[in-house]
Every structure is written in structure tokens, then in C-alpha cells.
């Protein structure tokens, strides 16, 4: 179904479009994905029930609120995905790789689906880009296994700057690791964007959380005033058990799967869960996987898509943070040049040969604020965020 606003010309595809409110040009402008993997429902649950109450009471909001609906073929299922992964092809709107030809000549349902996605951001974008106070775009997600809510976020200043309102863990950098998000691919287009992990897939206490996020989101972002006795309560809905404190973490290992069907993790793992080196962690192929270093287990895999077999990581130091913000804007990236092993490789970027490059080379791009990603064996490529 479409619905048409005379006024602008502005069509929107109501199954894609799942909600949309406040239409105010001139306020700030937030945009949910919701249901980006289809197993993933919570997130579309809580959208209904915050749009149930606010619909009641049109006037209250002061900029306008949007959500997209993500997988809406896999979502029917009740599957992770079809045939790719929704949030890993991202890539392909800035790369030349032709996208529309993965799996064999067959082209992936969610090809469509990005498709799809993509024009309602551009959509939404044209209509209040020349008004709009501001843009924050926000990904709702659940976990295949127990765990407390956290954020994920590509470490930027800017996306640190909302990130930090929430009582939450907040998870940096995941770009580097986790290739081809919806949310990079936000940040790419100059925009904020925050992942917001609520929980395990069937647990109803992720429809709360989620609903308690958005409630606070709005507020942060002053599109609708919540009472201080509201944001207690919505804060701590949120909040991370015990154990797990509400700082910056960052990731330092990932495990990749080729084949799902081979993993096998071990049972009892929840997110978060202080882990040893050394720790019996999966099987795969029969053969035993232990953690390469102590840390905590973060997103361990119990479900049979998927190729992020766990990540370890671990909290980083607040001074750490503060000074990487200060030197973020200074003027030491012109002498990165000057650095064992390091290369300029375009206006943005730079490659780190580690054959000769010193110990903490990668951590002085990252206090840089650059994106580090493996060129090969070798070389490192460290983009300007
Ligand atoms: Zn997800």
C-alpha cells in the first residue's frame, strides 16, 4: 500500500514504512530499523507499542520519528535470512563489487531488500535534509544468546557523543570486525547510527528493553519530554546485571565460521561472561576451540546462521578514551608518515607494513581515531573516520 502526502509528493511504502510520526521539517529526525534479521522481532513489537501510544497524542512530538522495516521476506519465515545476511552486504553501495550476481548467477533476495531499504532512506532523507535539526539513525537487533542490552556503535566522536546518554555497555569499533552493516554504511553517508542489542531473540523481556531504548532515545534527542520519573524507570529497564559495567568496550578477537553447520559452541555461555585463555569455548569441525586470550565472550553464536562464531573484548580505559578524543582534531596526523612501516595511501588513509612496523602502531591509529582493517598477512590499511 502507499500513502501519499499531497502536499510534498512524498510516497511512502507503508509494508517498508512500518510507522512514521511527527512529520515536523524542522525538528530533529530519527530513523529505526527494525526486524533487519528476521528472527528478530522485538524490536518491530516495540515500534507497535510505541506508535499505539504516541498516534493517541499526534502533538507531542517536536521533530519526526520514522521506522523501516528491514528483512520483510525473511521476517514472514521467521529466519535470520534467505540467502544473505542483510547487515553484511552493506558494502557493495561503495565498492564496484556487483552485488546483484552473488550466490552463482542467482541474485540474493536481499538484494531487493537493500533496495528497498536504501530508497526509504533516501526518501526520508530529501524530505527534511534541507530542514531537519538533526539525524539519528538507530538499528534494533536481539541475540541468539542470553545477555544483558549493549550498543554497538562505529567509533566516531559524534556517534560516542549519543551512545554515552545510555546506561549501557557500549561496544566500539565493531566496523573493523563486522563488515558491510546497515550502520556503516549510515555512518558512510555522514550520518550518526547506534546498534542497539536488547537481548535473546524470544525473551520478552527484549520487547521491554527496546521500548524502554526508543522511549529514551526520543528524549535524548528532544523529540518528545519524558517526566524524570519516566527516565528512571526506562533507565533501568536498560541497565546492564551486574558484573557487566556500563562503560566503553573494545573488540579484540573474532572468531569467523565458514560453515554454521560445523560450529558448534559450548552450551552456557552468556554475553559478557569473564572468560581465561585457554577456556574450552566451540567445536568446530570436531576440533576444540579455546579462547586465544582472556577477556569476555561477546555474541556467541547458538544458531546455525550466521558466520560471527564469538568475539572477545574487553573495557577500555576512560583516560585512553579522553585522550583520543583530544588528539582526534590535532594536528599529529601529518606526522604519522614518518612511522616505521607506515605509507600514505590516499588523502584518507594509510598502509602499515607490519613487517616493519613497531609494537603499537595499530593502537596509534585507533587514539587517531582511523579505521584499521588487514590488507593481507602483512599490511594494515588505516582509514580516516
Ligand atoms: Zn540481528
Known amino acids: 500500500m502507499l500513502k501519499t502526502d499531497k502536499a510534498q509528493q512524498f510516497i511512502l511504502d507503508t509494508e517498508r514504512v512500518r510507522w512514521s510520526a511527527g512529520i515536523d521539517k524542522t525538528g530533529p529526525v530519527v530513523v529505526l530499523f527494525v526486524g533487519i534479521h528476521g528472527n528478530e522481532a522485538a524490536g518491530i513489537a516495540a515500534v507497535d507499542r510505541i506508535a499505539q501510544t504516541l498516534n493517541r497524542e499526534p502533538g507531542k512530538l517536536r521533530g519526526s520519528v520514522y521506522a523501516i522495516t528491514g528483512n520483510l ?19 557493495m553501495y561503495n565498492t564496484r563489487k556487483d552485488f546483484s550476481r552473488m550466490n552463482g548467477a542467482k541474485q540474493p533476495a536481499e538484494f531487493s531488500e537493500s533496495l528497498g531499504i536504501k530508497k526509504a532512506i533516501e526518501q526520508i532523507l530529501a524530505r527534511h535534509e534541507k530542514s531537519a535539526s538533526d ?23 559524534a556517534n560516542r557523543a549519543i551512545a554515552r546518554k545510555f546506561p549501557l555497555p557500549q561496544i566500539l569499533g565493531i566496523e573493523e570486525n ?9 555512518n558512510n553517508l555522514g550520518y550518526r547510527a ?27 534527542t528532544g523529540i518528545l519530554e519524558l517526566n ?49 585463555k585457554d577456556t574450552p569455548l566451540a567445536y568446530e569441525e570436531g576440533r576444540l576451540i579455546k579462547a586465544p586470550i582472556s577477556g569476555r565472550i561477546f555474541m556467541p553464536l547458538y544458531q546455525k546462521k550466521g558466520h560471527d562464531g ?17 588528539f582526534r582534531n590535532s594536528f599529529v596526523h601529518t606526522l604519522l608518515k614518518y612511522l616505521p612501516g ?21 593502537d596509534i591509529f ?16 588505516c582509514y580516516k573516520r
Open 228 to 276: 524524570g520519573q519516566e527516565i528512571n524507570e526506562f533507565e533501568k529497564m536498560i541497565q546492564a546485571q551486574a558484573g557487566v559495567p556500563d562503560t566503553y568496550y573494545e573488540i579484540l578477537h573474532h572468531k569467523l565460521v565458514d560453515d554454521p553447520e560445523k560450529f558448534e559452541m559450548m552450551s552456557g555461555f552468556e554475553n559478557f561472561d569473564q572468560i581465561e
Open 178 to 186: 563486522i563488515q558491510g552493516t546497515l550502520l556503516s554504511y549510515v
Open 366 to 381: 585507533h587514539l587517531l581515531g582511523y579505521r584499521v582493517t588487514e590488507k593481507d598477512e602483512y599490511m594494515l590499511i
Open 342 to 362: 607506515v605509507t600514505v595511501a590516499s588523502r584518507q588513509s594509510f598502509e602499515v607494513d607490519l613487517r616493519i612496523a613497531r609494537f603499537l602502531v595499530k
Open 73 to 91: 521476506g525473511a521476517l514472514v519465515q521467521g529466519v535470520r535470512y534467505i540467502d544473505a545476511d542483510l547487515n553484511r552486504i552493506w558494502e
Open 135 to 157: 539525524f539519528i539513525f538507530a538499528d534494533l537487533h536481539t541475540t541468539s544468546s542470553q545477555s544483558c542490552a549493549f550498543l554497538l556503535l562505529n567509533d566516531t566522536l
Open 194 to 220: 547506534l546498534g542497539f542489542e536488547a537481548g535473546a531473540h524470544y525473551d520478552d523481556l527484549s520487547v521491554k528493553r527496546s521500548e524502554a531504548f526508543l522511549w529514551l532515545l526520543l528524549h535524548y
Open 310 to 326: 564469538f568475539l572477545i573484548i574487553r573495557e577500555v580505559s576512560e583516560f585512553w578514551l579522553e585522550l583520543s578524543s583530544y
